[in-house]
Structures are given as structure tokens and as C-alpha cells.
């Protein structure tokens, strides 16, 4: 495949990305912006609202000292990656990592603590205690997945 028809492919899939994920906030706020808010919620990509639910945001300010209630963002962004393990997702939020280890009751060994994987029963979890607190990305390494994709797609 040529340079250009690299490029224009590694576009389209850019602009595929820009679609599915037009679900996800323009600006995250604090979990204290939040919880100080009448009526929680952000402004999404798409130009709709996500709301919180009150009682959620309320129980994850249990799960953190009150001095980091201002330091997590919120909806914390889980991001589904094609080359990673059939249904395993990712976090590289520090914060959001020690949140969710905290509500899973998991051990995060401290070299490990920049990312955590999670798995189909751990976002089960999540979904079923917070629902309006998690969000997911869907994200893909356009170099490295380019040739899988076009390969199941039958183009190569």
C-alpha cells in the first residue's frame, strides 16, 4: 500500500473514532464541581447532556479524601482497545485508578499504578454501582491495528 492510501485509510478510521466516540464529555469536571452542582451533569461532544446521578457522586466521595474530591475528573473515561485482550479495557488515570481499585476491592501494585486493565466482570462491577460516573472510549493505535483491521475487512 502506498504512503497516500495510508494516509487516507488512517483518516477515515480517525473520523470513524470521532463518530463512535462523539459520546464523551467536551470538558470533564471535578468531582467537587459536581457534587456542589443543582443539577450535575456536562456538555458532551455531540452537543447533549450527561447528568449524574446525586446519590453516585455522593458514594464515590467515600471511596477519596475529601482533598482529592477536586482532583478527580468525572465521568472517568474507560477505553476499549481492539489490540488489548477480547473484552479488556484500560485506565491511565492515577486518580480514577486508585478510585476504581478502591471500589473493586483489588490490590494495585504501585509500579502498575500510571495503568490499569480491567475486564468484562470489573466493569460489570462499576456499571452496576455507578452508572452515570463511567463512560468508554473506544480507541485504537492507527499503526498498529491498521493492517488487522484492513486484513478482517479483507482488503490485504
Same mark, same amino acid.
Given at each position: 500500500? &502506498?504512503? $497516500? ?5 488512517? +483518516?477515515?478510521?480517525? &473520523? ?9 464529555? *467536551? ?6 464541581? %459536581? ?9 458532551? *461532544? /455531540? +452537543? ?7 446519590? =453516585?457522586? *455522593? ?5 477519596? =479524601?475529601?482533598?482529592?474530591? &477536586? ?8 477505553t476499549? !482497545?481492539p489490540?488489548? /485482550?477480547?473484552? @479488556? @479495557? ?11 481499585? *478502591? #471500589? %473493586? ?7 502498575? #499504578? +500510571? ?11 462499576? !456499571? @452496576? ?8 472510549a473506544?480507541? #485504537?493505535?492507527?499503526? !498498529?491495528? !491498521?493492517?488487522? %483491521?484492513? /486484513?478482517? $475487512?479483507?482488503?490485504?
Amino acid at each position: 500500500m &502506498n504512503p $497516500q492510501e495510508d494516509a487516507i485509510i488512517k +483518516g477515515l478510521l480517525a &473520523n470513524e473514532l470521532r463518530i463512535v466516540n462523539k459520546h464523551l464529555p *467536551r470538558e470533564r469536571l471535578s468531582l467537587y464541581e %459536581l457534587i456542589n452542582m443543582e443539577t450535575p451533569h456536562v456538555i458532551l *461532544r /455531540d +452537543g447533549t447532556i450527561h447528568f449524574f446521578r446525586k446519590t =453516585e457522586l *455522593r458514594m464515590l466521595c467515600s471511596y477519596l =479524601e475529601e482533598n482529592e474530591w &477536586n482532583k478527580l475528573l468525572l465521568p472517568i473515561i474507560i477505553t476499549i !482497545r481492539p489490540d488489548i /485482550d477480547s473484552g @479488556a @479495557a484500560i485506565v491511565e488515570d492515577v486518580l480514577a485508578i486508585k478510585v476504581i481499585s *478502591r #471500589i %473493586l476491592g483489588i490490590d494495585i501494585p504501585s509500579k502498575n #499504578i +500510571g495503568r490499569l486493565t480491567l475486564y468484562k466482570p470489573h466493569l460489570a462491577i462499576l !456499571r @452496576a454501582k455507578f452508572d452515570t460516573v463511567f463512560q468508554y472510549a473506544i480507541s #485504537i493505535d492507527l499503526d !498498529r491495528d !491498521r493492517e488487522l %483491521l484492513l /486484513d478482517q $475487512q479483507g482488503l490485504i
